[in-house]
C-alpha cells in the first residue's frame, strides 16, 4: 500500500504562487508514475498533470501549461506542484495521485492510489 499526504495549499490572490507537495510512503515511490488532478465545486475531478517514474517526460492539460511545474524527487519520495500565475479558475482541490498501470496516465481509472486533498483557493 502506498499512502500519500498532500501540503502546500491555501488562500493566494490572482496572479500569485503557490506550491504543493505529496509525500509518499509505504512502497517504493520511484517506480509510480505520480499525478495531480483537481476538483473545484460541483464539477468533475479533473487531471492537471503527470510525471513518469524517473522524473522525467512531464504533460500537462492545456489550461496549466506555461504556469504549472511538475516535479519528482524520488531521494525525498516526494512530488511537486508549483503553481505561478494563479487564476480564480484554479480554486479547487487538488489531489496526488499515483499509478503502475502503464498507461492511460490522463485518467483518473490509472490511479489506484490517492491523497486526502489540499484545499487552493484563488481570491482577492
Known amino acids: 500500500q502506498l499512502q500519500l499526504v498532500e501540503s502546500g495549499g491555501g488562500l493566494v490572490p490572482p496572479g500569485g504562487s503557490l506550491r504543493l507537495s505529496c509525500a509518499a510512503s509505504?512502497?517504493?515511490?520511484?517506480?509510480?508514475?505520480m499525478a495531480w488532478f483537481r476538483q473545484a465545486p460541483g464539477k468533475e475531478r479533473e487531471f492537471v498533470a503527470h510525471?513518469?517514474?524517473?522524473?522525467?517526460?512531464?504533460y500537462y492539460t492545456d489550461s496549466v501549461k506555461g504556469r504549472f511545474t511538475i516535479s519528482k524527487d524520488n531521494a525525498k519520495n516526494t512530488v511537486y506542484l508549483q503553481m505561478n500565475s494563479l487564476k480564480p479558475e484554479d480554486t479547487a482541490v487538488y489531489y496526488c495521485?499515483?499509478?503502475?498501470?502503464?498507461?492511460?496516465?490522463?485518467?483518473?481509472?490509472?490511479?489506484?492510489?490517492w491523497g486526502q486533498g489540499s484545499l487552493v483557493t484563488v481570491s482577492s
Open positions: 495521485a499515483a499509478s503502475d498501470s502503464g498507461s492511460g496516465y490522463n485518467t483518473k481509472r490509472a490511479y489506484a492510489y
Open positions: 509505504g512502497r517504493t515511490f520511484s517506480s509510480y508514475t
Open positions: 510525471i513518469s517514474w524517473s522524473g522525467n517526460r512531464p
